[in-house]
């Protein structure tokens, strides 16, 4: 319960901080932060720009360190999921505060099956940019966001370092604004939507 009040207060001091700063807080219906950093690709270093998959839905996930525990479970998991973002023609992007070279040591050890780009964000811009970084730790919370082909953020979902995320719900969702409809509680793919809004 400390470690949750904890949080609690220092997303809310980090909020605070960024709106003394001149710094406008991210919201759903807003156009995502625009980035350009380094990436481990399948054994190589890219450069990548969000606007390089302009006119593709982006689901970018945030995990707090390479070498940890909960963290592989996810990557793995959006791995096996992979061809089922393709076929929404959605790309998965992950981000870490660690290196490239982080990257490359773990992926190629641990997990040779992640082939969607792992973006390293050394300097923090991305994680203080989408509101997930922890500024004592320099770590960034498990955050998701959904982010539709204009470039405009749709959904988003922070949680704390302990619990894993959905796949699952994450494709849900996908497929939920992917209608353009009104979707209810636990709606799924097949079940008829309330319509147009």
Known sequence: MRKARRLVLMLVIGANKAIDRGESIMQVG???PEFELEAYVSGQFKKLKLSDFKGKWVVLFFYP?????????????????????????????????DSVFSHKAWFE?????????????????????????????????????????????????VSNLNVGRSVAETLRVLDALQTGELCPIEWKQGVKTLGKA
């Open 109 to 157: 050890k641990d997990l040779p099956e992640v082939k969607y780009p792992v973006l390293a964000d050394t300097s923090h811009t991305l994680s203080r940019d989408y509101g997930v970084l922890l500024e004592d730790s320099g770590a960034a919370l498990r955050g998701t966001f959904i982010i539709d082909p204009q470039g405009v953020l749709q959904w988003m979902v």
């Open 65 to 97: 360190r390479d070498f940890t525990f909960v963290c592989p479970t996810e990557l793995k998991g959006f791995a096996n999921a992979a061809k089922e973002f393709e076929a929404k023609k959605a790309v998965i992007l992950s981000a870490s505060t």
């Open 30 to 32: 807003q156009k995502a």
